[in-house]
């Protein structure tokens, strides 16, 4: 049985939580494959909310194994916060796997994020300050430490100790900040990882062997396509690739296991942190989308920069992640609105238009958006029981979404509850079981 992805389809953000909330009915195993807790899903579940930020969103339904791939870093901290308020609230968290290869996130990660934020200044990028950028480097320069680490308290000391005395000369020296105590943190970081300890596994082994077992597995993303390391935009982006190619590698499987990629996006669109955004809403309707929408970030509850609809950057996310189908999220959100502005090409600065995003960074910065305005419904999309009951002027919209993309639009969000989904073929079926 081949993996299904979920990725995101713009720079994050876009309701995958609840995406793959819903698609994990269908499914046996669900493995996140990159990013860490600069994530943030909020699902909705019976009117109770869960805001998870490491563990992935299939935790909710007992028996179904989720995974921390090796593409992964992990805040021990954090973490185990967050199996905690999970178990407390009463989901068992005993079917969770960390791979034994993901990078750790250490406290000097977090404090060198924030201290290069402060000394970037106004060129900062926004990040969420959660030490991702820090321990991705670590991994690349090949000094960080990995969760396998943990398992042995010995090594973690030596290791621990190492790494914090050059870390310590760099926030003092670089940063003229004030260092870690070694002692306090070292004994906190041990007592973190006696306790992760059980869940730690050669999860590239545990998919492999679900795959071949004919078990469903999802992989899940973070962040998304605007994001990605190598194909978003570039500083402003976050240390990892979310793009679905990398699901292979941040989970270890081959790329031959794939073969369904279902790409997450908004009706609009919204980012958060620095950076270019050629559709972001001027005027009175940014702050409307906004209260609509309730677009603050679940990890640092900073406000969401939001746009129209984006479909040079769809297209180039459906190109750069071979998206089989698309979903789409609060499509209730634009209910208010009269008329609804889609960018259909950006215009350059050299006075030429273009449908394709623009692969030199100067020309995204200046590119100002060509949109059509489509009509709005302006009317409620409670209690519709299938995609065909949309109001005409919403299915137009999802229409002219299909058509400018050349991919299907397998799912429609009309509202935070996991029941307000509309579905072309059934949920099995999208996520790759039927
Ligand atoms: P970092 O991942 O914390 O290094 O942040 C780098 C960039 O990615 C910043 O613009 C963040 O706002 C953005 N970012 C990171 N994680 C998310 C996310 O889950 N949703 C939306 N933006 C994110």
């Given at each position: 049985m081949p993996a299904t992805v979920i990725v995101g389809a713009q720079w994050g953000d876009e309701g995958k939580g609840k995406i793959v909330d819903l698609l994990a009915q269908h499914s046996d195993v669900v493995c996140r494959y990159q990013g860490g807790p600069n994530a943030g899903h909020t699902i909705v579940r019976d009117g109770e909310t869960f805001k998870l930020h490491h563990?992935?969103?299939?935790?909710?339904?007992?028996?179904k194994v989720c995974v921390v791939g090796p593409g992964c870093v992990v805040d021990p901290e954090l973490l185990v916060r967050e199996l905690d308020e999970l178990e407390a609230r009463g989901?068992?968290?005993?079917d969770l796997r960390v791979s034994g290869n993901a990078h750790v996130i250490m406290p000097w990660h977090v404090a060198i994020d924030s201290a290069s934020e402060r000394r970037l200044g106004q060129l900062q990028i926004g990040t969420t300050r959660r030490g991702i950028g820090p321990a991705y480097a670590d991994k690349s320069a090949r000094i960080g430490i990995r969760v396998?680490?943990?398992?042995d308290p010995k090594i973690l000391r030596q290791k621990f100790e190492t790494a914090l005395a050059e870390k310590n000369e760099i926030l003092v020296r670089v940063y003229r900040a004030a260092p870690l105590a070694v002692e306090d943190l070292a004994e906190r970081v041990e007592t973190l990882a006696a306790r992760l300890r059980p869940y730690v596994a050669d999860t590239s082994l545990l998919v492999d062997h679900a795959l071949n077992e004919g078990r469903r597995v999802l992989l899940e993303g973070a962040q998304g396509t605007l994001l990605d390391l190598d194909h978003g935009t570039y500083p402003f982006v976050t240390s990892s690739n979310p793009t679905a190619g990398a699901a292979a590698t941040g989970t270890g499987i081959g790329p031959t296991r794939i073969d369904t990629v279902v790409g997450v996006a908004k009706a609009y669109v919204t980012r958060v942190g620095e950076g270019p955004f050629p559709t972001e809403i001027q005027g009175a309707d940014h702050a409307r989308v906004r209260e609509l929408g309730a677009e603050y970030g679940t990890t640092t509850g900073r406000e969401r920069r939001c746009g129209w609809l984006d479909l040079v950057a769809l297209r180039f996310a459906v190109r750069v992640n071979g998206l089989t189908s698309l979903a789409m999220t609060?499509?209730?959100?634009?209910?208010?609105?009269p008329e609804l502005p889609v960018c259909v090409r950006y215009r350059l600065p050299d006075g030429n238009e273009t449908s394709e995003f623009p692969a030199h960074q100067s020309d995204f910065h200046h590119a100002r958006p060509v949109y059509e305005s489509l009509p709005g419904w302006e009317e409620s999309l409670d209690d519709l029981g299938d995609l065909g009951d949309l109001p005409a002027a919403a299915r137009r919209y999802v229409a002219f979404v299909e058509d400018a993309l050349g991919?299907?639009?397998c799912m429609v969000g009309t509202g935070p509850d996991r029941e307000r989904i509309l579905t072309s073929r059934g949920l099995a079926a999208v996520a790759g079981s039927a």
């Open positions: 563990v992935p969103s299939g935790v909710l339904y007992e028996g989901i068992s968290t005993a396998q680490d943990m398992l609060k499509l209730d959100v634009l209910s208010a609105f991919v299907e639009v």
